[in-house]
């Protein structure tokens, strides 16, 4: 997966394909919300049976860290070439950006002010029905690999009542170290030590599961920790970003990119934590690092795919790539996630599947809470009644289908937020008050607050409404008492 050459080599090839003005405006291109288009797009449709399910998602991988949209700075060849072979959603985002709630709605279908999961580390609400249920029920066999986060963090086994109906289950609650203390837990409980990176660990346990289900009708989730901080990229990895001046976006501002782990306790003073002594204070190193550890996910992900054409699954399986949530990095002056703007909740969107539509670029408005009846889409189940989202599976198959003026929806504790077409609204929960409206196709790096005058008082309504019929309806969905305990149990959680 590494290029060959010297450092003056690779900036030479990133400077013929963009210049910084091109990067800008390709960075900006991509925040376009247009009915589906598709670019230069092929289709190999035939009737599918039932598909296989590969699921691999990343941790805090923003929407923008790929090549394959318009990034010419960072190398993901894998993820570019899984592009070309599937279909690109370059408007897809966290309907919850922090990553429990978003593993919740993956797995429920749901908001969360349905599920009254909206911070880190509370449990799959009891009773819910999964997608691992959903799947189990249509005969696959569902297993899972990596970083769960539901009911606990830290180095720990996740016993059987907190696996969301997997059946086949190894991995640990969460971690965030990459190169000291990895280690698996199993469904039994018993450990596995790795003294190799986590990324690279979690890949080799992940092919391990796939050969041993290959068979029969599988649904495997491999869930990642990369590129979350502390950003650990391996030596060779690193090597490849140093020296190299990352382009900031335009919104970034001077910041510290450090954060301290709660999983592991960081060391405190931060001055005594090496992962301080690398990048504290140093957004272009943690940039460099970021985008190596995005590099060194690529090329694990390709090890992945490797492994999915050695055991002649391509041609009956979906390969499904994307994040929790994304990372400021600066942006706004913010660093981590959890907040409306772009670079929180925007996240990338691959999909590959059998017989269906390869290069197709689509800037259809995609959310999270659309991958659980995809996925039961894919496996030809009839739709769960419960889950809510759109199962975008006809349009990667070349089917037809007019994902256009649908609005979708994000959420934190304090806020939420609505997008339909280019423009996005920002209100605060307890009022509805609009805080925030940005028009991202004439604005994509959301540097011109809209929300006051009467120039887009009409288009402000509007959102207004969707946004504030959306978050009645979702907020009901729970009992009272129900939505109280969830309060609770969130105030008490604290984040991670």
């Not at 996240?347 to 269906?356: K, Q, T």
């Not at 039961?376 to 759109?390: F, S, T």
């Amino acid at each position: 997966m590494k290029q060959s050459g010297g450092m003056g080599e690779k900036r030479a090839v990133m400077n013929r394909w963009f210049d910084r003005r091109d990067f800008l405006k390709a960075l900006a291109g991509a925040t376009l919300a247009m009915p589906q288009i598709a670019r230069g797009a092929q289709t190999d449709r035939k009737p599918t049976p039932p598909l296989n399910i590969l699921f691999v998602f990343a941790d805090q991988m923003h929407g923008f860290a790929m090549g394959c949209m318009g990034n010419p700075e960072i190398r993901t060849p894998n993820l570019d070439q899984l592009a070309k072979e599937g279909t690109l959603f370059r408007n897809t985002y966290s309907c919850a950006p922090v990553c429990t709630p978003f593993r919740a709605t993956l797995f429920t279908g749901r908001y969360g002010s349905q599920t009254g999961i909206l911070s880190n580390g509370l449990p799959l609400p009891k009773g819910e029905p999964t997608l691992a249920d959903r799947l189990n029920g249509g005969g696959y066999r569902t297993s899972y690999v990596g970083k769960w986060h539901f009911g606990g963090t830290g180095n720990k086994w996740v016993p059987p009542e907190l696996r969301g109906g997997f059946t086949d289950f190894i991995g640990y609650q969460c971690y965030n170290d990459y190169v000291t203390d990895v280690r698996f837990f199993d469904e039994e409980g018993k450990e596995t030590r790795c003294s190799k990176h986590r990324t690279d660990a979690t890949t080799d346990i992940a092919i391990q599961r796939l050969e041993h289900i290959a068979k029969g009708r599988f649904a495997l989730f491999v869930s990642y920790q990369n590129p979350h901080y502390p950003v650990q990229p391996s030596p060779e990895y690193e090597a490849m970003y140093e020296g190299v001046k990352i382009t900031r976006r335009p919104n970034c501002q001077e910041i510290d990119p450090y954060i301290a782990t709660a999983s592991p306790p960081a060391p405190k003073p931060k001055e005594t934590d090496p992962v301080y002594k690398k990048y504290g204070g140093n957004l272009d190193k943690y940039l460099q690092l970021y985008y190596a550890m995005v590099t060194q996910l690529d090329a694990n992900i390709g090890r992945l795919l490797q492994a999915v054409d050695r055991l002649g699954l391509r041609d009956n399986t979906v390969v499904i790539f994307t994040s929790d949530h994304g990372d400021m990095q600066g942006s706004h002056g913010l660093k981590n996630k959890s907040v409306f703007w772009e670079e929180s909740s925007r996240i990338p969107l691959i999909v590959r599947v059998a017989g269906g539509v390869r290069g197709l670029q689509s800037d259809a408005l995609i959310s999270s809470v659309d991958f659980f009846p995809a996925c039961v889409g894919y496996a030809n189940l009839p739709p769960e009644p419960k889950v809510e989202g759109v199962n975008f599976a006809p349009l990667t198959r070349g089917e037809p289908q007019d994902l256009s003026n649908r609005p979708i929806f994000s959420e934190s504790g304090g806020w939420a937020m609505a997008r339909r077409d280019a423009f996005k609204l920002a209100v605060e929960k307890n009022t509805m008050k609009p805080t925030h409206l940005f028009d991202l196709k004439a604005d994509p790096y959301e540097m011109k607050n809209l929300v006051e005058g009467p120039a887009h008082a009409e288009t402000r309504a509007k959102l207004l409404a969707t946004v504030t019929d959306w978050y009645q309806r979702v907020s009901k969905d729970r009992p009272a008492k129900e939505r109280k305990t969830a309060r609770s149990r969130r105030d008490k959680s604290g984040k991670k």
